[in-house]
């Protein structure tokens, strides 16, 4: 069965920088889509990031583009997300979320992904 496991949240200053990482498992990711998802306190899981297993094709919301990278390792299954220049509206759980592969209208939207992880928490200081 799949399971994703993240690591490398935590506590940091406003315009600091954290490296999460997600290990993925449990079968062969080859066609699959991988992203990170955050949820606030009272708020909606929203997408950040996305890559696509093969081809390495990256997205990003809005709100941290050009302050995130999104990048993978497929050998070792993994995935990361750094984090530059935090800021106090990035504090949130962030969750790593996989699915085969799917249309790129469907990319954004975490109903459409079957597997995910148990999070890790990112909280930014002012």
């Known amino acids: 069965q799949v399971q994703l496991v993240e690591s490398g949240g935590g506590l940091v200053q406003a315009g600091g920088s954290l490296r999460l990482s997600c290990a993925a498992s449990?079968?062969?990711?080859?066609?699959?889509?991988m992203a990170w998802f955050r949820q606030a306190p009272g708020k909606e899981r929203d997408f950040v990031a996305t890559?696509?297993?093969?081809?390495?094709?990256?997205y990003y919301s809005d709100s941290v583009k050009g302050r995130f990278t999104i990048s993978g390792d497929n050998a070792k299954n993994m995935r990361y997300l750094q984090m530059d220049n935090l800021k106090p509206e990035d504090t949130a759980a962030y969750y790593c979320?996989?699915?085969?592969?799917?249309?790129?209208?469907?990319?954004?939207?975490?109903?459409?992904?079957?597997?995910w992880g148990q999070g890790t928490q990112v909280t930014v200081s002012s």
């Open positions: 979320a996989a699915n085969p592969r799917m249309a790129l209208s469907a990319l954004r939207n975490p109903n459409n992904y079957n597997y």
């Open positions: 890559i696509r297993w093969s081809g390495g094709h990256t």
């Open positions: 449990g079968r062969t990711f080859t066609n699959w889509d």
